[in-house]
């Protein structure tokens, strides 16, 4: 999980230093480890030294050895790529080294348009094996924009998962909505007993917080174990919060 904070933190300092290390002598070295990827949205480190990269088309790609491995990953689910939605992120349980499982969330076709679902399953050579879905936004609807959608174990072993708003605002204020929120499951899907809006009527109790526009990013603070998340506001008002 380190790694996940270590980049987007790495990527904020970049952007926020770019003045201060051009008053200095540093100099940033870049350096290619991947080419010939379409669209990479996600990615996450494997014990073994791995990286899985998902490209939102619809593909999980790998590197390995410093090398992107030319075929993909064999036994995904059907992806509906529209728009910003397709294959989006991807996450390894925190016991992965036990179990094997690799969480990815996509953009899928439902009744009444799409939604932003969550699989997980296992990595057998180059194909995804014991595939089963664990969430599905409800409801699904039209249009390509705002699927969220980051995945993120914290320290206790929860899963959050980061849903968009779809492009329709209202929807983010419905606590019976999925649409606009961030979620918390077991790693298997179910809901735990101490979500804050488990027992009230009419609401969907995979909801953890609220009323968010399209939380695209997420990660653990490496020191506090917090999970920040951060959602694109309309031409500016970008947000960090802090659970």
Do not use: C
Request: hydrophobic share 35%; glycine share 14%.
């Amino acid at each position: 999980m380190k790694n996940g904070f270590a980049i987007i933190g790495g990527l904020l300092l970049l952007v926020i230093g770019l003045q201060a290390v051009a008053a200095t002598d540093e100099k940033i070295e870049v350096v290619t480890v991947a080419s010939g990827l379409e669209h990479p949205w996600g990615m996450a480190f494997l014990p073994d030294g791995r990286v899985l990269i998902t490209e939102r088309p619809g593909r999980l790609r790998i590197i390995e050895g410093g090398r992107l491995i030319p075929k993909a990953v064999t036994g995904l689910p059907q992806i509906a790529a529209v728009g910003q939605g397709g294959l989006l992120d991807v996450a390894i349980h925190p016991n992965y080294l036990e179990n094997g499982w690799i969480y990815l969330s996509f953009s899928a076709e439902g009744k009444g348009g799409l939604g932003t679902e969550v699989v997980r399953g296992r990595l057998r050579g180059m194909q995804l094996v014991d595939v089963e879905t664990i969430f599905k936004v409800e409801k699904k609807s039209s249009g390509g924009r705002h699927f969220g959608s980051r995945l993120l174990f914290d320290r206790k072993g929860y899963l959050y998962i980061t849903s968009g708003e779809r492009g329709d605002r209202p929807r983010a204020q419905d606590l019976d909505d999925h649409a606009g929120s961030v979620i918390r499951l077991h790693d298997d899907g179910s809901v735990p007993a101490d979500n804050p809006f488990v027992k009230r009527p009419n609401t969907k109790p995979e909801i953890y917080s609220y009323g968010h526009r399209n939380p695209q990013g997420m990660t653990l603070h490496p020191e506090t174990g917090e999970v920040w998340t951060h959602e694109h506001g309309p031409q500016g008002g970008d947000e960090i919060n802090i659970r």
